[in-house]
């Protein structure tokens, strides 16, 4: 069983940047895809990043695209989310997941069930 943290949430304005990430401990990671996810209140939780094992595969919703990168570091067990032009939209609970799968390429049109371990997420807000 792997165990997920997230780390680097907070409190932005709008325009600006923050950097999340998301340490695993007791399962080695490097031949998973790893995605994020966000819930913001009172809303289902929705797809943002994929990332696969290699990094050579990567795939955002449409409403972060240009805006997030999605990247990992297979030496240090962590994957990451680059958030810019933050905007108050994007307030909400930023999760971080690792895939059911071992060695999934294809990380386009995955779904929260394809993922088998969640951290327990990270505060992003975001004001105007």
């Known amino acids: 069983q792997v165990q997920l943290v997230e780390s680097g949430g907070g409190l932005v304005q709008a325009g600006g940047s923050l950097r999340l990430s998301c340490a695993a401990s007791?399962?080695?990671?490097?031949?998973?895809?790893m995605g994020w996810f966000r819930q913001a209140p009172g809303k289902e939780r929705e797809f943002v990043a994929t990332?696969?094992?290699?990094?050579?595969?990567?795939h955002y919703a449409d409403s972060v695209k240009g805006r997030f990168t999605i990247s990992r570091d297979n030496a240090k067990n962590t994957v990451y989310l680059q958030m810019n032009s933050l905007k108050p939209e994007d307030t909400a609970i930023y999760y971080c997941?690792?895939?059911?799968?071992?060695?999934?390429?294809?990380?386009?049109?995955?779904?929260?069930?394809?993922?088998?371990?969640w951290g327990q997420g990270t505060q992003v807000t975001v004001s105007s």
């Open positions: 990332i696969s094992w290699s990094s050579r595969y990567t």
């Open positions: 997941a690792a895939d059911s799968l071992i060695g999934r390429t294809v990380v386009a049109g995955l779904h929260l069930s394809d993922f088998g371990s």
């Open positions: 007791g399962r080695i990671l490097s031949s998973y895809a």
